[in-house]
């Protein structure tokens, strides 16, 4: 399960976080670090703060943006610290190791700025959120800190997966399709947002929090491939009809 897990960081300021990221991943057996447009890297601070996880940063990929991190991933999860202004599927982490364990499928974990974390924008790209129950009057964690907690949660979940039944969600059945992929998800957005628009259900001048709160449905459902290709049918045969 750990192979794969890619932990994807976003923008991150401080090269030494890098290296810090890069000592808590091999501690825990996770080997996947993804960089989106980070401020310096390679460095020197990040190889001394990596103490001994230099394979780590030197396998790490630097991307420009997100969805490049996570355009193979069928489960993507943001780490968030606080309440956001729509409400979404939120997990602490040893939920989120349950969510992840037994899935053969590619996850992505986000973890975002030094400074303020995810946006909202990208948080919408996760099918959950994680958060860390930490105390509410110092709520903020150092990226390495964060990155350890969800790295151990993951080890145990590796370890001991028979701990993790009152956790793990209850599908009742073993999922027969491949879930779709961030891709495949964010093609299906766009044809969704389109179509609507020419329906004139989405006023583009106007569009208040629709494709949020649509994207949220989806993203909830976690579908898979089948069930992708079969929602652009629908949105293909609107289209068709309105010519």
């Not at 090269?15 to 020197?44: D, Q, T, W």
């Not at 993507?76 to 729509?86: C, D, F, K, Y």
């Not at 609507?196 to 929090?209: S, T, Y």
Request: hydrophobic share 45%; net charge negative; with cysteine.
């Amino acid at each position: 399960m750990l192979e794969n897990v890619r932990v994807v960081l976003v923008n991150t300021t401080h090269p030494g976080n890098i290296g810090g990221v890069a000592r808590a991943m091999k501690n825990m057996g996770l080997h996947e670090l993804c960089l989106v447009a980070p401020k310096e890297f390679p460095s020197e601070v990040a190889d001394a703060r990596a103490s001994g996880a230099l394979d780590v940063l030197g396998d790490a990929v630097v991307v420009p943006d997100i969805a490049e991190a996570i355009a193979d991933c069928q489960l993507v999860v943001g780490t968030s610290a606080r309440e956001r202004h729509i409400p979404w599927p939120i997990v602490n982490p040893r939920e989120m190791a349950a969510i992840v364990a037994p899935s053969k499928q590619k996850v992505a974990i986000l973890f975002g700025r030094e400074d303020r974390g995810l946006t909202n924008e990208e948080l919408h790209l996760c099918h959950h959120h994680v958060h860390i129950p930490s105390v509410e009057g110092f709520s903020s964690l150092n990226i390495a800190a964060a990155v350890q907690v969800i790295a151990y949660e993951l080890r145990m979940a590796e370890l001991y997966p028979e701990n993790l039944e009152q956790e793990r969600p209850k599908w009742g059945t073993d999922w027969d399709i491949e879930l779709a992929d961030h891709q495949e998800l964010e093609r299906m957005f766009v044809h969704l947002e389109e179509t609507l628009v020419d329906i004139e259900f989405l006023d583009p001048e106007n569009p208040r929090q629709l494709m949020p709160r649509l994207r949220r449905l989806f993203m909830r459902a976690v579908p898979d491939k089948v069930e992708v290709n079969v929602m652009r049918g629908i949105l293909k045969a609107v289209q068709k009809k309105l010519k």
